[in-house]
DNA sequence: AATCATTATATGCATTGACATTCAATGCGC
DNA sequence: GCGCATTGAATGTCAATGCATATAATGATT
């Protein structure tokens, strides 16, 4: 059942292509030039801002990966960058000392709230 | 008008990185696992395969380029790749010594027509 | 408690890609 | 014909990524 062309989809492939490649590339423009950060870099801070309901949560390195489109490795030192640049912490767990806790700090935050309307402009002009 | 909220431009926008990552990244691992290809790398055979109706059409650098999401340089190293292989050709243009023409080689024909139906299958899978 | 498999993360290495620069061919103005 | 800007493509350099592997902490088995 619903038998597809080959040309439908391939121009659905070719519609994601273009959405995919047009936006990624202005949000990764004008993430760094307004902002000083990269794409994956925004999405990091993202996602621990967005754990963080009230203060402080803390996130693991596994649980990032699980919500990203990234490889452990890569994730690994995109963090590396941002606790570099001040804007998250690295800590050990003290139930299970392989793992991390990640947090942002008061500088990530402020600068995920600078960015995130940038982000959201962006988005918005590609897809609304 | 047409007020989309935060949340319908995001999803789009997540919608996008889902079948993006999905699709790109199996179509990556299936043409080089079975017929040693790049997706660069095979859409670059696409793409010169689709400009030769019928035997030995020549593609310029540029037009391809237009036709791709790859820069200039990364482009010219796909292609450096594909010559390495065998599976095309650049040859110097006669009348504008500046460029070249690439085309398929009978290698590069096969190759192409051996991955297409790995390409297709891939995308029926994630959009049909 | 010693061994062994598993899990969480980091790191060495190779590949890929982008940007800036370079080089050669072209064509324009004079 | 001679400079000079422009154009098509190649290359140097560097950042980001993935894969394989290393390291280190846990947990399970004996």
Redesign the interface.
């Known amino acids: 059942m619903?038998p597809?062309s080959?040309q439908?989809?391939?121009a659905?492939?070719s519609e994601?292509?273009r959405?995919?490649?047009g936006?990624s590339c202005e949000l990764e423009n004008e993430l760094q030039s307004r902002h000083q950060l990269g794409l994956s870099e925004f999405e990091v801070l993202q996602v621990l801002s967005g754990h963080c309901g009230g203060a402080d949560e803390k996130v693991m390195m596994k649980d990032l990966e699980a919500e990203m489109?990234l490889s452990q490795s890569a994730l690994s030192r995109t963090v590396t960058r941002l606790e570099k640049a001040g804007l998250v912490t690295r800590a050990a767990c003290e139930l299970d000392r392989r793992a991390n806790h990640l947090m942002l700090t008061a500088a990530g935050r402020e600068r995920w709230e600078a960015a995130r309307p940038t982000h959201?402009a962006v988005?918005?002009k590609?897809?609304?």
């Open positions: 619903d597809e080959d439908d989809v391939c659905k492939w994601t292509l959405a995919y490649h936006t489109y959201e988005l918005r590609h897809f609304a």
